[in-house]
């Protein structure tokens, strides 16, 4: 009887700790998928910025900034006069129309960018360098900071109705 006894005893412990481990081996493979889930989402995003086409159109974004709504009329040449002007003396040190320079060149720019986005790069770049997807997009290619120029909202205006013009001819 004793001999039973101990059998049983033994056997009972001996379910208890494989009971014990099976719970332990258990909780790792739990925990270990959540680890990796978290290590997939960040190499996601870089990718997205490095696969980013500077020439798809991206009109829908009107960007991040003071300018929220842009209402085009016919173009306006004595606006986009004054425009040429400011983009010389403003621009024309990283910006050519038709070549990359510092910048993208701006040839088109217009047909890619929604007006109130090319306004809220010039009056809001840090900001957008830092939020917006397609602004982040291209400092990713260019690894230079468009520097932000202090003009007023006007001023931003004239040298989008030049970019318009540009574009129309
Ligand atoms: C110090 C150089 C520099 C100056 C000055 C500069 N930019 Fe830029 N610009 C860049 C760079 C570089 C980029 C690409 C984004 C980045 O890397 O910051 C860019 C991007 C842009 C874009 C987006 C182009 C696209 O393909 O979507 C526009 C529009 C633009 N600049 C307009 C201007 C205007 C207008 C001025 C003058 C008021 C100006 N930039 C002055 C360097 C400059």
Known sequence: ?????????MAATFTLVSCGDGKKK?????KAPEKEAVKQEEPKKE??????????PTLDNKGIGPIKNVTLGAIDEA????????????CTACHKFKKKYIGPALKDVTKLRSPEWI?????????????????????????????????????????????RLKDSQ
């Open 47 to 56: 990718v997205s910025t490095a696969t980013f086409d500077e020439n798809e």
């Open 119 to 163: 306004m809220n790069m010039v009056l809001n770049t840090e900001e957008m360098l830092a939020k917006d997807p397609v602004a982040k997009g291209l400092i990713a290619k260019y690894n230079a900071p468009m520097a932000r120029q202090s003009l007023t909202e006007e001023e931003v205006r004239s040298i989008l109705e030049y970019f």
């Open 79 to 90: 606006m986009a006069a004054k425009g040429k002007e400011l983009f010389k003396a403003n």
């Open 26 to 30: 258990e909780d790792s493979p739990e």
């Open 1 to 9: 009887m004793k001999f039973k006894f101990l059998m049983l005893f």
